[in-house]
């Protein structure tokens, strides 16, 4: 049997304000710097774990990833 091969892309839309480059790149480093989870849904969790600048001729942009996990806990019973 063959496998299909599955493509995931996600996009986050956040608006600030002001509007301004300065804030959204302060906003994520801001978010990468707590390394606080975020419950997501039910017992999943994300949290920001990378962000890379990527070179765009004159200007720069940033590229990041979010992993998303399920908090298992040995106390729980």
């Given at each position: 049997m063959v496998r299909e091969k599955k493509l995931t892309?996600?996009?986050?839309?956040?608006?600030?304000?002001?509007?301004?480059?300065?804030g959204y790149i302060s906003l994520f480093h801001d978010a990468f710097?707590?390394?606080?989870?975020?419950k997501y849904r039910g017992d999943q969790y994300l949290i920001l774990?990378?962000?890379?600048?990527?070179?765009?001729?004159?200007a720069v942009g940033y590229h990041?990833?979010?992993?998303?996990?399920?908090n298992i806990s040995s106390t729980d019973a």
């Open positions: 892309v996600c996009v986050i839309n956040i608006t600030t304000h002001p509007h301004s480059p300065e710097n707590l390394r606080k989870p975020v774990g990378k962000i890379n600048e990527l070179p765009l001729g004159s990041g990833v979010l992993f998303r996990y399920v």
